[in-house]
């Protein structure tokens, strides 16, 4: 299976998104998967949707930490329904997901 994403990009860009929610620092942490996504974001396909989800997790916890929890249910929704593409990304990618699902799950538990 044939990927848009550069691996050495996610490598990188999945070390400075978890190190950004750790810091709290969701914005910035949606920035830094947005980097991966933009330049593929009107592709259809599964990865590219799961960055999407990943970016809109990110989102939904800044919009918390605004006191915005109710605009904060949009994104996670979004997140949440498509999460599971997890399974259908190349291979050698999923690593790379697991790690940021992971986080995400942290954080979520952190932060509500």
Known sequence: MNTLINTSDLCTQTDVFCSLLDQSLFYEAHEALEAL???HRFEKCDEIRLVRA???AAVSFELIKRGRPKAA???????????ELIQKVPQVHQVFYELIYKKIFE???KIS
Do not use: D
């Open 37 to 39: 996504w933009f330049e």
């Open 54 to 56: 990943y970016i809109n």
């Open 73 to 83: 249910l949009k994104p996670w929704g979004f997140f949440q329904k498509h999460f």
């Open 107 to 109: 954080t979520s538990k």
